[in-house]
Every structure is written in structure tokens, then in C-alpha cells.
């Protein structure tokens, strides 16, 4: 049964390695809520052809748009089907490839739902985390790993860390390191060994994340949720060493702001909100039109993401819709973004081989010989 399963996993994981160079795009679509249903409200999408990947939006009872995506989830589909075709990507990370797993969408079409979940139906965050370590303790002959965890916020274009103590007010910036890959210092990273640490890890990330906030929806709604998973690879058999991140991202609705009468601090939100979501949109048209300058300084977010989105990693979206009537117009806009972003196509994904860790490996050896040639 254990070889079946690894056999399964490693086909799975060839399929998404042939599809490698898109950002791949999944759509997922959350049912009527209760009172759209109480109201007789009626539903825009078509799901006929969703197993072939098509989503079809009925535009005025009349015309229907089609939109092609690497998978459809309907509102039958449950969070295990959905973490299913996401966890390729795991694997990935644990073979030393950067991904980035990110949720676009309006408010209320169940960002949140799929990458975090609730209590008792888990989404993407802890699934991902769980297989981590499973196959972790899989490989444990072969490889050692070492993983660790950081929560994080952008909020009006501000990081917070969440894990930080609450007296720290610390300001975080990203910064490039010397092997080209960028880093926040001063970033809490929790080492994790199992599940249960990484758990108690996301909990108080959430928890964190409420404080200072008097409306704790809103909130959420307006700023974007980051999970940073660093895993650390030693291959015991060839001695060879990666560092490659995971992210997993909740991001602000994308509304249009048009709708909101804000003012004041509510602008200034709203402004930064746009920042960072107009710069993800400007990334992905430059990734698309193969430019050669992506201009991911444009936003905190995009900034952060620079490792793992685009260029050589790995990249899933979920794009999250409403059934309703009344969001036709947002759906339509988060369609046509979604669309853009599965027509990238990125060169072959590259393995993060951990330099530093080289570097000491071969002055080790250098010693070693030195050492053995002085007792010959
Ligand atoms: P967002 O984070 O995009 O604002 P939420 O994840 O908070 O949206 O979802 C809004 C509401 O819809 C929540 O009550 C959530 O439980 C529900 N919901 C979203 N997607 C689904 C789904 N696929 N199945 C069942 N309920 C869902
Ligand atoms: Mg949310």
C-alpha cells in the first residue's frame, strides 16, 4: 500500500513537471451562500464542461463566455479534492524548488476557505504542511530536512511579523542577500519538527493578526495573508544541499474600489491594497510578455514573492469566484486576470542549491586532505 501510494505521488508529481513553464491556474468556485439562496438568486456559471477545465460564464441570459483553466472546481468539490491537485508542489519544495501557492480573488469567494480552511475542514496551509513532514519522514534515509516557518502580513504596504513579540515594532524590509535570493532580516522563522508544532505556530499567527484591528473581517479583507515555509535539504547519498521556500498566500480581495466610498485612512488602504495587487497584475503582464525587467520592487508583495514567482520556480493560483448574478462584473475582472496569468510562460523551474552549504563541504575537504597529507 506504501508503494502504491509513492508510486501514485510520483506520477501525479511527473504530470505537473510536464506542465511545467505556466503559472498554472486552478478556478474554484464557493456555492450560493444561504441567503443568495433564500433570495432567489441565480448563478452565472456554467459547470458543464469543468472537467475538461472549461468554466463557462453565462453573460445576460444570452451569450456565454468560455474560460480555460488547468482545473474547475465546482462547488461539489471538497478541500481534499482541491489539495489533491495542489500537492505535486509539495513535493517540489522538498526537491529543492521554490513555489508559490497564491488565492486571487473578491471578498467572500473563499480565499480564506481554501488556503486556510476551518477547524474541521482544513484548506491548503495545513494539508501542505502535514504532507511535508510525511514525506519527509518517508525520505529519512536519503535526506535530512530542517523546515521552518514564518506568518507574515502586508498591510498598507507594511510588514508585519506575526509571530514577532507584540512590544516589537519592528520595521521589516526585504533585502538581497549575497547569493542573489532575497531575505527579510529580522523575520521570525519557527523551526517546526511536526505538525502539531506548526499548528500551534499558525494559531498564533491568527491570533496575532486580530490584534489592533477593531473589525477583524475587514481586515483580513484588506490585507495580505503570507505563510513563509523555508525547508533546508541535506541529500545524504550525493551530499548535495538546497534552500528553497514555499509560500502560501491569502491576498486581499480584489474588488474594484470604485464601489467603496472610502476616505482618509480607508483611502489610503484602498490605495495601498491596489499597490500591491495593480503590481502582481503588472508582474504577471511583464512575466507574459517576456520582458526583460519585471518590476517586482513596484510593491511590498510583489517584492516578497520575487524568489518564488516567476523565473525559475513554481507557481499556482487559485482563483476564486462567486456563483452569484451580482458579482458577475468582479467575476468577470478576476477571470480575465487569471486568464493573463495562465498565459505566462516561464522557462524550466532550477533547483536552489544551497551555495553557503557548498562552500563549507569543500573547505571541510580541504582541511581533511590538508591534514592527511601533513600526517603522510
Ligand atoms: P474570502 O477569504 O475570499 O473573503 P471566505 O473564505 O471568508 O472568503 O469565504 C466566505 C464564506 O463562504 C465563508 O463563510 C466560507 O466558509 C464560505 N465558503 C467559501 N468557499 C466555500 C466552499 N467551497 N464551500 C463551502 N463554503 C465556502
Ligand atoms: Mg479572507
Known amino acids: 500500500k506504501y508503494n502504491e501510494e509513492q508510486a501514485k505521488r510520483r506520477k501525479l508529481h511527473n504530470q505537473v513537471e510536464d506542465a511545467k513553464g505556466n503559472i498554472r491556474v486552478f478556478c474554484r468556485c464557493r456555492p450560493l451562500s444561504k441567503v443568495e439562496s433564500s433570495t432567489g438568486c441565480s448563478t452565472v456559471v456554467d459547470f458543464d464542461t469543468a472537467s475538461n477545465g472549461e468554466l463557462g460564464i453565462l453573460n445576460s441570459g444570452s451569450t456565454k463566455k468560455t474560460f480555460r483553466f488547468d482545473r474547475v472546481f465546482t462547488p461539489n468539490d471538497n478541500q481534499v479534492d482541491v489539495y489533491s491537485q495542489a500537492s505535486p508542489l509539495v513535493t517540489s519544495v522538498l526537491d529543492g524548488y521554490n ?17 486556510e480552511g476551518t477547524e474541521g ?13 510525511k514525506i519527509a519522514k518517508e525520505r529519512k534515509d536519503t535526506y535530512t530536512y530542517d523546515i521552518s516557518v514564518s506568518v507574515l502580513e502586508v498591510y498598507n504596504e507594511q510588514i508585519r511579523d506575526l509571530l514577532a513579540s507584540s512590544s516589537s515594532s519592528k520595521k521589516l524590509e526585504v533585502k538581497q542577500a549575497a547569493e542573489g ?22 494559531r498564533a499567527g491568527s491570533s496575532a493578526r486580530a490584534v489592533g484591528s477593531n473589525n477583524v473581517n475587514e481586515h483580513s479583507s484588506r490585507s495580505h495573508c503570507m ?12 551530499g548535495e544541499c538546497t534552500k528553497s521556500k514555499l509560500w502560501l498566500v491569502d491576498l486581499a480581495g480584489s474588488e ?6 472610502a476616505q482618509g485612512e480607508r483611502l489610503k488602504e484602498a490605495q495601498n491594497i491596489n499597490r500591491s495587487l495593480s503590481a502582481l497584475g503588472d508582474v504577471i503582464s511583464a512575466l507574459a510578455n517576456k520582458s526583460s525587467h519585471i518590476p517586482y520592487r513596484n510593491s511590498k508583495l510583489t517584492h516578497l514573492l520575487q524568489d518564488s514567482l516567476g523565473g525559475d520556480s513554481k507557481t499556482l493560483m487559485f482563483v476564486q469566484i462567486s456563483p452569484s448574478e451580482h458579482d458577475l462584473s ?29 562552500q563549507k563541504m569543500k573547505l571541510m575537504l580541504e582541511k581533511a586532505k590538508q591534514e592527511s597529507r601533513l600526517k603522510d
Not at 467575476?331 to 557548498?358: C, H, M, W, Y
Open 99 to 115: 513555489v508559490c501557492i497564491f488565492a486571487y480573488g473578491q471578498t467572500g469567494t473563499g480565499k480564506t476557505f481554501t488556503m
Open 121 to 133: 475542514n482544513r484548506g491548503v496551509n495545513y494539508r501542505t504542511l502535514e504532507e511535508l513532514f
Open 181 to 202: 535570493l532575497h531575505n527579510i532580516p529580522g523575520l521570525v522563522e519557527a523551526k517546526v519538527e511536526n505538525i502539531q508544532e506548526v499548528w500551534n505556530v499558525l
Open 227 to 238: 505563510l513563509s515555509i523555508m525547508v533546508r535539504a541535506k541529500n545524504l547519498l550525493n
Open 256 to 261: 474594484r474600489l470604485a464601489k467603496t466610498d
Open 330 to 358: 468582479e467575476t468577470l475582472s478576476s477571470l480575465n486576470f487569471a486568464t493573463r496569468a495562465r498565459g505566462v510562460e516561464l522557462g524550466p523551474a532550477r533547483k536552489q542549491i544551497d551555495t553557503s552549504e557548498l
